[in-house]
């Protein structure tokens, strides 16, 4: 989960199933789970879940940071990078290769990533200290 702090709301991320009673089935061949995304409103404390065509995995999710000024929330699942617009409405993955075909690592089972709103960066800590200025109009949507 992360903070929205413009927005005084708290995203939360989950696994679910489409029926709610079969959410802790032990057989999850016949009730298997999606990625749900949901805002908590602090200030109605109400929760409602943000619309997705595209979900990411159900797999541990390591880290969830808002960008504030691109709108957008980045999640890094099991060492893919996802993507949620709030303008879009939807997911997308993101690759994890940088300049030289590298391949950038999150540090588990939870993810020293931070968000600096004043840089406009994310910063990791992972062996190296890695830097990631992004630039999500440049993401394509299907």
Same mark, same amino acid.
């Given at each position: ?6 927005? &005084? +709301? *708290?995203?939360?991320? $989950?696994?679910?199933?489409?029926? !709610?009673?079969? $959410? ?16 908590? &409103?602090?200030?109605? $404390?109400?929760?409602?879940?943000? @619309?997705?065509?595209?979900?990411? @995995?159900?797999?541990? *999710? ?6 504030? !000024? ?7 699942? !099991? ?13 997308? +993955?993101? @690759? /994890?290769? *940088?300049?030289?075909?590298?391949? /950038? ?6 993810? +020293? /990533? =931070?968000?600096? !709103?004043?840089?406009? *960066?994310?910063?990791?800590? =992972?062996? $190296? ?8 109009? +440049?993401?394509?949507?299907?």
């Amino acid at each position: 989960y992360c903070y929205l702090p413009e927005r &005084d +709301q *708290i995203l939360i991320m $989950n696994g679910k199933t489409e029926d !709610a009673s079969k $959410n802790y089935s032990e057989d999850q061949k016949k009730f298997p789970l999606k990625q749900v995304t949901f805002l908590y &409103d602090v200030k109605s $404390n109400t929760f409602g879940e943000l @619309p997705a065509k595209k979900t990411p @995995p159900v797999k541990p *999710i390591q880290v969830v940071e808002y960008c504030e !000024a691109q709108k957008c929330a980045l999640a890094v699942i !099991a060492n893919e990078q996802w993507l949620y617009s709030f303008d879009k409405g939807d997911w997308t +993955q993101l @690759p /994890m290769t *940088i300049e030289g075909g590298a391949k /950038m690592g999150v540090q588990g089972p939870y993810g +020293q /990533m =931070v968000w600096v !709103a004043k840089y406009g *960066i994310f910063v990791n800590f =992972v062996g $190296n200290t890695w830097v990631m200025r992004p630039d999500f109009s +440049q993401v394509k949507w299907e």
